[in-house]
């Protein structure tokens, strides 16, 4: 009786049709589904809660001899469903529940299609196990978006950014034809529900881009580089000058990376959606002990400038003096790390240091105040002897390196990331990624790697406006969908919409309110949080400086309360027993109700509340810092500025 119950269960589950050329797979919840129809060739739509979001759109592999999903022949079908748990090293979660339905299609040609539903979106990939190895011409993967609805996404005409802000577009209509556009990329379609395209589990392989061509979207791949020289910035990156008429080389045993479709209609899910982490590998890494989140002091953004400091300082006195400087800092406020940025080796030869800075000496210092040393490198030097240059970071005493200027997301490039991550895991260093594509799970796989840039960051408010309040609204539901980033966020210099200015040299300030800064350090995932500023500047604010050096940088629980894509955030996480509250909004002023009926019955709380002051919309450094006691009875009402934020600290007792 269990037996035919149980078949019973997964044929329900999976709805197969009576066609033998037709699948269906649903998620546990029955709200998505996507059906797979295979002729001559392969194609797949997508609904949500019966509302249809993808109409048939085609799919396959064009490989240098045969061509995935075309000439089709089904030579078996394999529905299951998976209901277990995943207990992330750190993140925004201590466990995650990994439950979907899965149908795997085994086809002629010794290849096979993956099909997975969960409730947070689908996804689906190619899997082959050929003799040879083969190259891979193109990869087809469409996305015929149903009623033209709008996006949000960023554009580029190149295939070396990923540090761009997102542009907005009531209808898909309005993209321009064959631009391209990174990936997560948003649609809002008019009942409110929002698509997002996604990928994960990329590795040996180009990134995928999406763009509108004949007036549907469609996924972009770059081409395999045929020729590079040493270019761009400082002559020290490597720039393809030309390209194969083929995406990518690989072995005749491959699994491809998941095209992703996360579908919702609650922004505020998008928040705590990580799909693109459950599908991607487990970590290959035994011993994983030595990795560590944390907080960081950090001397680039301001430009090394201490105003009141007892030491000379400024880009042109990086020295020895200075770094232990902010190493001690970062021990006074409980800081685990420093991050020592450009200027203390020579950026063609990490082994050279420069003469003014003794690394040796200021990690020997580090060490003795129990603060470990991430420094910087670029990529391209790094690569051209690894493990000489990783035997000397490590023989050094760093913990950690910021590896910068990749600037290409082809398949050579994708491989760096992966090679440079198992040799720094080889060697118990940590990988800080910059100038890089936007994650896609190698995380998981390489959990060495506590961060990605791959975002428009803080450092983008020394020359332009557009590391702003409404970007800071918009990439939490997009771009931090694939991992964690590294927005160094923690600026003092507080502007309002008509007082900011970039000021590329010097001592730059940001746009929002002191307390919109202060909530990044809630509402941003970064295991690795990067202080911008100057230690002089967090040493005017000892409330604020207690905040920092609280706030921690991984959690156990994660509770997005409210929020809307472009317009405001508030999201409650939690560490041990004290919960971190942090709001924003755009440009408009807004109230922000919290309730607190997600605390434990019968347990008060201390709480420590910043928030917007009266006249934050004049200037926006203005804000208050009171004590309060909350259960969860309480609500509190918060009025945020235009640009503003609020952030709550409760303890746990």
């Known amino acids: ?252 045993k491959k699994e491809y990376p998941w095209r992703v479709l996360i579908a919702t209609d609650d922004d505020k899910t998008l928040l705590n959606n990580q799909l693109i982490y459950k599908l991607s590998k487990p970590s290959v890494l035994e011993n994983t002990a030595w990795i560590k989140p944390g907080k960081a002091a950090w001397e680039w953004w301001h430009d090394a400038i201490l105003p009141g400091a007892p030491i000379p300082s400024g880009m042109e006195n990086r020295s020895t003096q200075l770094y232990n400087f902010y190493t001690d800092f970062a021990a006074k406020n409980h800081l685990e790390y420093m991050m020592i940025d450009a200027g203390w080796s020579d950026n063609y030869d990490v082994k050279k240091r420069l003469q003014k800075t003794d690394i040796r000496a200021v990690i020997q210092h580090a060490n003795e105040k129990h603060v470990g040393i991430f420094v910087w490198c670029v990529a391209a030097p790094l690569l051209k002897d690894l493990d000489a240059n990783l035997d000397y970071l490590k023989e050094i005493g760093a913990v950690g390196i910021k590896v910068d200027f990749f600037d290409r997301d082809d398949q050579q490039a994708i491989k760096w990331l992966q090679v440079i991550a198992e040799g720094a895991a080889k060697r118990h260093l940590m990988v800080d990624f910059h100038g890089c594509s936007k994650p896609t799970g190698l995380q998981r796989t390489y959990p060495n790697i506590v961060n990605y840039e791959a975002v428009r960051g803080q450092e983008c408010s020394k020359w332009d406006f557009t590391t702003n309040p409404v970007h800071h609204t918009t990439f939490p539901f997009i771009r931090m969908l694939g991992g964690p980033l590294d927005y160094t966020p923690g600026s003092m210099r507080n502007k309002s919409k008509d007082t900011f200015k970039p000021i590329a040299e010097g001592l730059p300030s940001t746009q929002g309110t002191r307390c919109h800064e202060l909530a990044m350090f809630v509402v941003f995932d970064q295991p690795l949080a990067v202080f911008c500023d100057s230690p002089t500047e967090y040493e005017k604010y000892p409330d604020i400086e207690a905040y920092l050096s609280a706030v921690p940088t991984v959690f156990d629980e994660t509770k997005p309360l409210d929020a809307k894509v472009g317009e405001y955030i508030a999201i409650a996480k939690k560490t041990g027993s004290d919960w971190y509250i942090g709001a924003m ?24 509340l910043y928030s917007d002051a009266a006249d934050a919309d004049k200037n926006a450094e203005k804000y208050e810092h009171k004590t309060i006691t909350v259960n969860r009875s309480t609500k509190l009402n918060l009025k945020l500025a235009p640009g503003g934020g609020a952030v709550v600290h409760l303890h746990g007792r």
């Open 1 to 252: 009786m269990k037996k035919h119950a149980l078949i019973f269960s997964m044929l329900s589950a999976f709805a197969l049709a009576a066609s033998a050329q037709t699948y269906t797979v649903k998620s546990p919840d029955n709200n998505l589904k996507l059906e797979l129809k295979v002729n001559d060739s392969i194609s797949y739509s997508l609904t949500y809660k019966n509302n249809q979001l993808i109409s048939p759109s085609a799919i396959g592999l064009k490989l240098d001899k045969t061509t995935l999903g075309a000439n089709t022949k089904v030579l078996s079908t394999k529905p299951s469903t998976v209901n277990k748990t995943i207990r992330p090293l750190y993140g925004k979660a201590a466990v995650l529940t990994d439950n979907y339905n899965e149908l795997v299609i085994s086809f002629a040609g010794n290849y096979k299609l993956l099909i997975r539903a969960y409730n947070e979106g689908v996804a689906y990939r190619f899997v082959t196990d050929l003799k040879d190895s083969v190259k891979v011409m193109s990869e087809q993967a469409g996305f015929n978006l149903k009623g033209a609805p709008g996006t949000t996404i960023a554009e580029t005409d190149n295939y070396t950014a990923w540090e761009l802000a997102y542009n907005q577009y009531k209808s898909i209509s309005e993209v321009k034809e064959d631009k391209h556009a990174i990936t997560p990329a948003l649609y809002t379609y008019h009942n409110g529900v929002k698509l997002v395209i996604a990928e994960a589990d990329l590795f040996d392989y180009p990134g995928m881009y999406v763009k509108k061509k004949k007036g549907n979207i469609t996924g972009e791949w770059a081409g395999y580089p045929a020729t590079t020289k040493m270019g761009s910035w400082g002559d020290f990156v490597s720039v393809v000058t030309s390209r194969e008429n083929y995406i990518a080389k690989e072995p005749g």
């Open 585 to 608: 909004t755009n440009w408009d002023a807004r109230d922000v109700n919290v309730d607190f009926s997600f605390l434990p019955a019968g347990v008060s709380y201390t709480a420590d």
